[in-house]
């Protein structure tokens, strides 16, 4: 089947999110770990996760690059910049160089920034980004351990990475359909812009957009806006309907949730867990070292592995004590040292006999696949918005990867409820 849609995602959960949305979209979508070394595998669209969301400027541009050529060398239609419906990036990138080097690459001078998701709560409106009830820079996310998001504006976010003038495509033009935003985009490119973010309450406004971006080589944002990407390939009869796109094989083995998101909801979840399965968490301040960490998390599981009741092992702590560790550590040292602990526990857990696995956080789930060895991902059901069972190959695992932010309080135990 001829590729259609080729995505690069900055970071493990981001992709398997956009995997989520295009496979519910009617398109069948592979994630894969890395630029491929082979041929890429035979899908609608093929979603490169990369793990640059905080990587130095320059390897994240190059990685991207290396993903777009292998992309487009397999015959994508378009290209899909994925990242953090919270806008996840600091003043030196990675959001606005990695876009402008695939504009360049593709050899075009407009694309939209629009990491609008109304399900799950992150609306634009007059550019600026709302998590649920509040400001980016009032939700939480103004604590995250390596992307502190102080600034809720994204055209003086965008401005301040991006090479080229950002615009605004506002609320009163997404609001009058695709042909508004079209005219709207086509002014703010004869004005000299090359990026526009894109007002975005509903679900009905990303449809909209992914209609007018149907032109488009490159678009970018979070996973919302590709809502309205596969019936652009159906309306130009490249996309045949699909039934069962979402089928895995049977899930066996132990359950388990590993966590390293330090986000307010991942810290609700484990909460919530607390009350009802074992949960075990570790303290990094304590003991700040990766080997003692897992030997600690190892030690403790013994005895309680069961297919039905997860247990829960979590290194995530509250804002004062990651600072705290930071403090100690430096915010790099400090994220990698956890991250480590994290993915030996994973690794760990799967020698036990665990087959069903929750890892909670973005980078963490990027240190996890990597560590686990994990090459591509088969997109399942959805558990709650954005989080899919995977399949992964070649350790016949399920996975779900959980962005930090996402997911109901109950998530970790109604994960296991699903096949
Ligand atoms: P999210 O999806 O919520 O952004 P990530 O896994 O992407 O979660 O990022 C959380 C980062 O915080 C990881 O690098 C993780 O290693 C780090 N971290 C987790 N626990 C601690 C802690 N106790 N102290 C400092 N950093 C931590």
Redesign the pocket.
């Known amino acids: 089947m001829p590729l259609l849609l080729g995505c690069i995602a900055d970071?493990f959960?981001g992709a398997t999110d956009l995997a989520n949305t295009l496979v519910k979209g009617g398109m069948s979508a592979v994630q894969v770990i890395g630029v491929p070394e082979d041929k890429l595998p035979d899908a609608d669209a093929v979603i490169i996760a990369l793990k640059i969301?905080?990587a130095p400027v320059a390897d994240a541009v190059g990685q991207s690059l290396t993903a777009c050529d292998a992309l487009t060398a397999a015959g994508a239609k378009q290209l899909f910049w994925k990242y953090?419906s919270t806008f996840?990036s600091t003043d030196e990138g990675n959001i606005g160089p990695v876009g402008d080097a695939l504009l360049k690459r593709l050899g075009s001078g407009f694309a939209i920034a629009c990491p609008a998701f109304p399900t799950n709560g992150r609306t634009i409106y007059l550019g600026h980004l709302f998590v649920g009830g509040a400001l980016l820079s009032e939700s939480g996310m103004e604590n995250?351990?390596?992307?502190p998001m102080t600034d809720p504006n994204l055209v003086r976010v965008l401005s301040r990475q991006a090479e080229g003038g950002v615009g605004l495509v506002p609320f009163n033009t997404v609001e009058q359909g695709a042909a508004a935003i079209r005219r709207e985009m086509t002014r703010l490119t004869e004005s000299g812009r090359r990026w526009a973010i894109v007002d975005a309450v509903t679900d009905a406004h990303l449809m909209a957009i992914g209609e007018a971006v149907a032109p488009h080589a490159l678009v970018t944002g979070g996973s919302g806006v590709a809502m309205g990407l596969p019936e652009n390939f159906r309306r130009a009869g490249l996309l045949p309907a699909r039934a069962d796109a979402d089928a895995l094989p049977a899930a066996k083995g132990a359950a388990a949730v590993v966590a390293?998101?330090?986000?307010r909801?991942?810290l609700g979840q484990i909460g919530v867990a607390r009350d009802h399965v074992p949960v075990l968490e570790?303290?990094?301040?304590a003991t700040p070292d990766a080997a003692a960490m897992a030997a600690q998390a190892l030690a403790w599981v013994e005895g309680k592995l069961d297919a039905a009741r997860p247990v829960v092992i979590a290194?995530?702590?509250t804002p004062d004590?990651?600072a705290?560790?930071?403090a100690k550590?430096g915010?790099d040292a400090?994220?990698?040292?956890?991250?480590e602990?994290?993915a030996t526990i994973a690794a760990g857990l799967v020698e036990r006999g665990v087959g069903r696995m929750v890892v909670?956080?973005?980078?963490?789930?990027?240190?996890v696949v990597t560590r686990l060895g994990v090459t591509s991902l088969r997109i399942g059901p959805e558990i709650d918005p954005g989080v899919p069972w995977t399949y992964a190959n070649p350790t016949g695992l399920h996975l779900a990867l959980?962005?930090?932010?996402?997911g109901a309080r109950d998530f970790f135990l109604k994960a296991f409820d699903h096949g």
Not at 144 to 147: A, E, N, V, Y
Not at 334 to 339: D, M, Q
Not at 360 to 367: I, K, Q
Request: aromatic share 2%; with cysteine; hydrophobic share 40%.
């Open positions: 970071d959960t969301r905080t953090c996840d995250h351990p390596l992307t390293g998101s330090c986000s909801a991942t570790l303290d990094a301040l290194a995530s702590a004590k990651v705290a560790l930071q550590l915010r400090a994220g990698a040292l956890v991250e602990a994290v909670a956080g973005g980078e963490t789930s990027g240190a959980k962005s930090g932010n996402f």
